[in-house]
């Protein structure tokens, strides 16, 4: 079984294609979607259409995607956050804003092997960051591999007898050790933060115990031209250029 791992999309639909076709040519079996499906970006119904059209094996719901959606207010939220879920509450139509609000709150068990969640296994909107966090998290994991996203950093935890470490971050292919519990956040697709300003996704597969983090240039300038368009705060167009 090979998974596309896809997270924190974000509405952005020029990243997301990208990512769905770099993975089309590589091959995968089912796709596992870890929230943010909205929030920030300006096409918030081109992205639910595509990612409903997936057919995800499992996908939970993101913070953005639960208050887009209605169910929870943008008060947790800074002031750019907060304006563009106010944007997508009235952007999206209703059969997607219903569908956003189906999405199961994580953890989700997706097989013998697998579960995603948006934060943390233990709370859905906690930030894993580092090693502490993470060693918190595989406590509450029932399942060797974990994915998680919430942070748009990808990187890869690992579980040994030795304690819990960083064992990956960027783009790289990470062999998963049989025994070894994982905590894996394959990046941000739609927004980002580690410098890199390439769409991020992953390839989980289970059977050859691969991991790849992969990163797939897209057209930024697009993104950013409909970001301004629409209204919303010009600091979400200018980080998608510099992935911070
Ligand atoms: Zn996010």
Sequence with gaps: MRYLVLTDIHANVEALDACLDDAHRRGYDAALVLGDVVGYGADPNAVVERIIALAPAAVVRGNHDKVAAGLEDAEGFNAVAKAAALWTQDALTSGHRDWLATLPAGPSLVDAAVEIC????????????????????????RQPICLFGHTHQPVVFEQSAKGTRLAASGETRVRLRAGGK??????????????????????????????????VSYPVADAQEKI???????ALALRLATGR
């Design 118 to 141: 948006h934060g943390s296994p233990y709370d859905e909107d906690a930030y894993v960051f580092d090693a502490v966090g993470a060693a918190r998290a595989l406590r509450s994991a």
């Design 182 to 215: 994982y905590l894996v956040n394959p990046g941000a697709v739609g927004q980002p933060r580690d410098g890199d300003p390439r769409a991020a996704y992953a390839l989980l597969d289970i059977d050859r115990r691969t991991l790849d983090l992969i990163r």
């Design 228 to 234: 301004r368009k629409a209204g919303l705060p010009e």
